[in-house]
Every structure is written in C-alpha cells, then in structure tokens.
C-alpha cells in the first residue's frame, strides 16, 4: 500500500514537472505573484517570488533523474531528449540480470525530409514533426520512450518486458510506419510522409549501455534509408564496420578537398562560328597521393552522399575564379567560365548575396560566371528557395547553363522558371550524330525548340570531326568533348590555349586522339 502511494505521489510530482518545464508557463509568473501579493500580501508576494523560480529548476533537475520504466511524454516541447532515452536505457539494462525484462530501441527516420522542407519550409516541417510524433505516441504503450533526436528523427524505446524478438520488433516498426503514412493535412494540402526504421534488441547490442543500444539503432536506420525509402533494418554487427568506413570515407574526402587533392580540372568550350574559345568548364578531378588520378565516377557519389557537395562547391568556384584571373594575367581573354552547382548549394537562401561577394573580392564581373545546373534539378524540385536562387543568381549578371539537357525532362515551363540561357545538349544525343538520321532528328528537334525559347545551344561529349561538322550544320553554337581537348589541370590549358590560337587557317581541329 505504501509503496503504491509512494508510486502515485512519483507520477504526480513527474506530471507536474513535466508540464512546468514547459517555457509557455513563465507567461503566468507575473500574474502569479501579482496574484498571491492581492490575496496574502507581501508575504505572498515574497514567497511566490523567491519559490516559483526555484520550483521551476528543481523540475527541470527532477525531470529524468530517476528513470524507472513507464514514462511516454507527448509533443515536442515534452518530448524526451537523446540524454533522457539513454538514462532509461541504462536503468532497463542495469536491472536486466535481475529482472530478466529487456528492452528494444527504434530509430525513426523521415525519407523525403529534405523535399518536405524545399517545397513547404521550416516552419511546416516543425508541425509535421509534431504530428508525427502525437501518432508515434499513439499507437505505443503506457511504459514506452519517444525521444526527440537531432536532425528531425525520433528514438524509441519499449518498456521493460521478457518476451523480445525479431518478429516482434518488425511488427512493432511496421505499426510505427503506418502511424506515421496516413496523410497529413497542411494548409488544405495532403502531405504523405515515409519513414525508414532501424532497431536494435537489447542483448545485441555491442555493449550493454544505454547508448551502445541507441548507437546501434542509429546504425540499423542508416542502413536502411540507403536500402530505399520505406526500409526497416535489425542491427547486425557488420554494419558497425560499414559506418566505420562511411567515416573514414567522409574523413579522407575531406582532408582531399581541405589538402588541395581533389581540385578543378577545366575543359573548353569552343564556337562553331567563329572557332573561337567561348569558356571552360571546370570539372572535379581528385589526385590521390597513392593511387593517382581518380575517376569522378569514383567520387563524386560518395561527395553527395556524405554531405560534403557545399565544401566541393567552395573549392571548384575558388579554382575557377583563380582560373579566370591567371588566364587574364597571362594575356588570354577568356568570357567565362562554368561551374555546377549542386542542389544542395542551391537550397542556400544567401547564395546570390555570398556569390556576389565572391566575385566582388575576385573583381570579376557576374557574367564572367557560368552557373550550371542539372536538368533533373529543374525537372524534379518545387523549391521555391531554389527558383529565386537561380532567378537571383540570372539578375545579379550570372549565365545559366542547363545541364545534361534531354535526360531530366524538364518541361519548357520550368526552364523559362530557371531564367535558362542556354542549354547543354547531352552527350547520349550526340554521339554518332553525323551517321544516325534519328539522332540528327532528336538534336535538330531541339535546337528549334532552343531558337524558338531565345536559348543559346552548347553541344557535350563531341569526340569526331563528323559529330562537330553535323553540330556546326544543324546550327548548335558551342561544343565541347574529348574531340577538342580533355579535362586539363590549370598549368596545361596555358599551353592548350596558345596552340589553338596558333592553329592555321583559323579552323577547329579535333583532337585524334578521342577517347
């Protein structure tokens, strides 16, 4: 009886603090000592004053101190924190040799977080996450953990039991995914969420602690969000390897960009009317210490993947300014020159104001830039941070270059949207254009959509005297390919430059030696 009164007391005193963390509270101090002066007078009044402050910090301290299994908190603003769920963690695995109940953790990750965010901005994503966590709550038990985690995912953590397996956490996944798919309503728009789920049963964790478990969850939930949208993953102890090499891939791509490793490599771009150099395009290229010159292919994926596409993007603008300043040091008027910019640079609402400083400081003007986009970034995003991005970067001066254009299928609407000036035909149209009539056909088709638009043209991937003659005759403007030049570190292309202005006759002659 007493220990049952004991308990009660317990969950009173954690309900009372948990809402008196709450910030939205200190709204009613002043009304409260306002309050207690009216009825008690100044003894009240000191009372109230000196004892509301303390109350408040003694349930902060009190909130989590003495995790026993059995604690759900709702919303955001109460929602457990990592810290928090780790203590429960540890109390359930400390006790677990007596007790012979264990536990399960789950890692919650949102898929289409990123695309949430572009099309309908930060404070949508806060009231998805709420939602999202009322329906987790929902559908766990009385004892269960939800825990806030950084970066908009959530950790779970089921109460004490005997019986934990496999089947059962799959189950238990499943159920949490359901909760969280049902279509949100957001501003009289349907928004759909998908989540993938890691988890970790608590004797398979790689240490009997608390963060050991959530660590292996985290680990699991990775795992299967690069599976693909809607994957659910068990921990297994391999995986902690993979991450290991994830970091230590993340760790060596870094001190590449940092040590001037991985640097722009500049390919040119010529007119097949004047046969004059129109630019250059400035490609990555990783020198490595060991194992030479690595392919793009090779690299460039992991880049993305490891969050490092805005560093890269810093260095290839660096080189490629320091580019454009030498070539005119050393007497060679190049236009421009071209830089592509990932989606991820494009998300930056201060882009254009950081971009304008860049030149400024290199004392270029805008239009001696060329921003290159992808046509799948112009085909697929709604992001309206990215449209006034790429309209911003248009009025300040800068060229858009539409990228690989023919594979992303961007309607003629999106392309007058991106302030496009001129597209870049991919190389799967161009190749053997000179002996195909269907590929004559598809480039032609697209050169008189590009009169009609204002567009200027530039022809990717020419290798062949004939694909370069074809281009000229079908009226596309610019080209660039093996067939001119290959990518060349910066100290080449001053020597490429100065052969081609003393090439006879004024002509554009192709490189024999392709591929």
């Known amino acids: 009886m007493h220990q049952s009164v004991s308990s009660w007391i317990l969950k009173g005193f954690r309900w009372i603090a948990g809402h008196l963390r709450r910030p939205e509270w200190l709204v009613f101090l002043p009304a409260a000592t306002l309050g207690a002066f009216w009825i008690g007078g100044e003894g009240w009044l000191l009372i109230v004053a000196m004892g509301a402050p303390i109350l ?205 490793q991985i640097v722009a490599y500049f390919q040119p771009q010529v007119s097949t009317d004047s046969a004059e150099i129109t630019g250059f395009e400035a490609l990555a290229r990783w020198n490595h210490p060991d194992r030479g010159l690595i392919a793009p292919s090779a690299f460039l994926p992991q880049i993305d993947e490891l969050g490092l596409s805005d560093r890269l993007g810093e260095v290839m603008m660096r080189n490629a300014l320091t580019a454009l300043k030498s070539w005119e040091k050393a007497g060679h008027k190049i236009a421009s020159v071209a830089v592509n910019f990932s989606k991820s640079e494009l998300r930056d609402p201060l882009l254009s104001e950081r971009l304008k400083w860049t030149l400024d400081r290199f004392d270029l003007s805008p239009d001696r830039l060329t921003i290159e986009i992808l046509e799948t970034v112009v085909a697929e995003t709604d992001n309206d941070v990215i449209v006034r991005n790429v309209a911003a970067l248009a009025a300040l001066g800068c060229r858009i270059d539409l990228d690989d254009f023919g594979t992303g299928h961007a309607s003629i609407t999106s392309i007058r949207r991106f302030a496009v000036g001129r597209i870049k035909i991919d190389r799967s149209f161009v190749a053997r254009v000179n002996e195909d009539r269907e590929q004559q056909k598809m480039v032609a088709a697209i050169l008189s959509m590009a009169h009609q638009l204002g567009l200027e043209t530039l022809a990717e991937g020419v290798e062949t005297a004939g694909e370069q003659s074809m281009l000229a005759d079908l009226g596309c403007a610019h080209v660039q390919g093996f067939g001119i030049a290959r990518p060349m570190p910066f100290d080449e292309t001053l020597v490429w430059i100065a052969a081609f202005h003393a090439r006879p006759g004024g002509t554009l002659q192709m490189n024999r030696k392709g591929r």
């Open 56 to 260: 408040f910090a003694m349930a902060g301290a009190f909130r989590f101190s003495d995790l026993p299994p059995g604690v759900l908190l709702q919303g955001l603003n109460g929602m457990a924190l990592r810290a928090d769920i780790v203590r429960y963690m540890d109390h359930v695995l400390g006790a677990a040799p007596t007790t012979g109940r264990n536990t399960i953790c789950f890692v919650v990750q949102f898929d289409n977080d990123e695309k949430l965010t572009d099309i309908h901005g930060r404070s949508a994503q806060t009231e998805i996450l709420e939602r999202c966590a009322e329906r987790l709550c929902g559908v766990l038990r009385e004892g269960d953990v939800v825990a806030r985690l950084e970066g908009g995912g959530f950790a779970i953590a089921l109460s004490a039991a005997r019986r934990i397996d496999i089947e059962m956490a799959v189950q238990i996944a499943a159920r949490l995914q359901a909760a969280v798919a049902a279509p949100i309503s957001l501003n009289a728009i349907r928004v759909y969420v998908s989540s993938s789920i890691g988890f970790c049963i608590g004797p398979r964790a790689p240490e009997q602690t608390g963060r050991s478990l959530l660590d292996a969850a985290q680990i699991a939930a990775d795992a299967a969000r690069r599976h693909g949208a809607g994957s659910i993953r068990g921990f297994q102890p391999d995986m902690a390897r993979h991450r290991a090499d994830r970091e230590a891939n993340r760790d060596e791509l870094l001190n590449a960009l940092e040590d001037g």
